[in-house]
């Protein structure tokens, strides 16, 4: 009876659970087709994807102030990790891997996690 209980009030923290599995193997694509530097920049954008999708879904509000500074970090990051952007070989992996297919699993990774 409580077992029963239990698998119908537990339903979305298994849905939340199978999303958060998937978005770890996203990651683990990513790294293996693409460098750990561009994988950190790329990451760095779960903050400004959780602020937006807390404004579209949760009807959030966040003064003009807030996503300045939001994209002032956002920024800051990328100005910080200028040297990997301008460095062609960060983008090269030791195994030569798929740069379409790891940029595309770090965005999706990113997207999911807002």
Avoid: H
């Avoid at 404004?55 to 807030?66: E, I, N, P, V």
Wanted: proline share 1%.
């Amino acid at each position: 009876m409580r077992l029963v209980y239990l698998v119908q009030k537990s339903w979305k923290m298994f849905f939340l659970a199978v999303l958060y599995g998937g978005m770890n193997i996203l990651s683990f694509v990513a790294l293996r087709n693409i460098g750990a530097g561009v994988f950190t920049i790329f990451a760095q954008c779960k903050i400004l994807t959780t602020a937006t999708f807390s404004t579209l879904l949760l009807g959030r509000k966040y003064s003009a102030g807030k996503w300045r500074a939001l994209i002032g970090l956002m920024l800051g990051v990328l100005m910080f990790s200028e040297p990997i952007w301008n460095n062609a070989k960060s983008f090269e992996t030791e195994t030569e891997g798929n740069q379409m297919l790891g940029t595309a699993a770090v965005i999706t990774e990113v997207t999911l996690s807002g």
